[in-house]
């Protein structure tokens, strides 16, 4: 286990990642969030990785997240990493060894699992200027509905109704083709992927927004199961993979301090020893 100072171990941690210890003394030759050198500390055959702070809250602003992101990229090309999300804080040396020992049996478990694996995004989305514009041509039900409503003599509310109903029918036809379109991308990917998870898209021209898990040694295989997916799609649809990344959308860690009245670590949260 790395050797600390007295003092270094009564200050604040920022946390990281944890790993898997092989008892060596690590050199991670970066630095984490407020400039301050990244190291580890070991218990148990488990590492966490962090710096030191005199903060006790990290302000989610570009620069900190950036420095958080920086540290998991570097590890994340070392190894198998767990992520720790943006902002939590350990009160000192001590409470990081106590919730190692505390949940070590949840964190083994995320290690069989994720053991030399790396999650890849693949975001596709509509690479058109105006999406309801590309659905009204390729919808003909979408286009007659338009069509009725701007020919009809309805009076105002009747037209309000109706207009309504065409966002309505517009909104549906976007979710079923949504949907029918990652099945299919799924369908293929899974034969290159351990898992798969869809988050939720956030603009209105996304199709999907997916997280993969992948064998390090697969990541090629992964890119050319990317090309194979897209190839059942037109030129409308954009597809585009980013990675790799530490598995965050795999980690469901709950972890607890070791103490009466357990605290879950929270997105910005302090752990007391």
């Known amino acids: 286990m790395m050797s600390i100072d007295k003092s270094r ?14 008892d060596s003394t690590p050199n991670y030759k970066i630095r984490g969030l407020e400039a301050a050198p990244v190291y580890s500390i070991d ?3 488990l590492r ?20 958080h992101q920086a540290v998991l990229h570097k590890l994340t090309e070392e190894g198998t990493v767990l992520p720790m999300r943006f902002g939590v804080i350990a009160r000192n ?22 053991d030399g694996c790396v999650e890849m995004g693949l975001r596709v989305s509509w690479d058109v200027t ?3 514009e590309y659905f009204v041509a390729t919808y003909p039900v979408l286009s007659e509905t338009r069509d009725e409503i701007w020919n009809g003599n309805s009076n105002a509310n009747n037209h309000r109704e109706e207009k309504i109903r065409l966002g309505n029918l517009y909104e549906s036809l976007r979710s079923g083709d949504r949907k029918e379109s990652t099945e299919k991308v799924k369908e293929v ?9 869809e988050n939720p898209v956030k603009k209105e021209k996304d199709v999907m927004n997916l997280a993969c898990l992948v064998a ?4 090629d295989e ?8 897209s190839k059942l799609f037109d030129n409308v649809y954009l597809f585009d993979y980013t990675g790799p990344w530490a598995p965050h959308n795999f980690v469901t860690l709950d972890l607890h301090a070791p103490t009466a009245k357990k605290k879950t670590l929270t997105r910005a949260g302090t752990l007391s020893d």
């Open 9 to 22: 171990n009564h200050r604040a941690k920022v946390l990281y990642a944890l790993c898997v210890s092989d």
């Open 130 to 132: 105006n999406i309801y």
């Open 48 to 67: 966490a990785v962090v710096s030191d702070t005199l903060s006790t809250r990290l302000r989610p602003e570009r620069r900190n997240i950036t420095a």
């Open 189 to 197: 990917l899974l034969d290159y992927c351990e898992e798969i998870i």
């Open 43 to 45: 218990q148990d055959g």
């Open 216 to 219: 390090r040694e697969r990541m």
């Open 93 to 114: 040396a001590e409470a990081v060894k106590n919730l190692l020992v505390a949940n070590q049996d949840t964190i083994r478990e995320h290690f069989e699992r994720l």
């Open 222 to 229: 992964f890119a050319k199961g990317v090309f194979e997916a």
